[in-house]
């Protein structure tokens, strides 16, 4: 995901809603609620600024363990999100 958002000119510090309603690929953020590297405070607004991003809280998460945590939770929201995306009509390159 890092390296797509390099590629589109988006960069931590360039984050900003105009930016990111520009993003045509499909997006699940998931984050954890106890996450200090990047704080769930900024994961929403990411999701938020993305037409039809789908944003999952993961309680007692940090930044690398949210699957982890809760399994089931992470598990359920991944195969949701990849439900959706498969079912998307296909876009033209």
Known sequence: AMLV???????PASIDPHMLSKLCTPL???????DIVAP??????IAAAVPGASFVEIPGARHTDAHVVDARLHDQAVHEFLQRVVSLPAQPV
């Open 5 to 11: 958002h390099r590629l589109c000119g988006i960069t």
């Open 40 to 45: 769930i405070l900024h994961g929403r607004p």
């Open 28 to 34: 699940l953020v998931i984050h954890g609620t106890d």
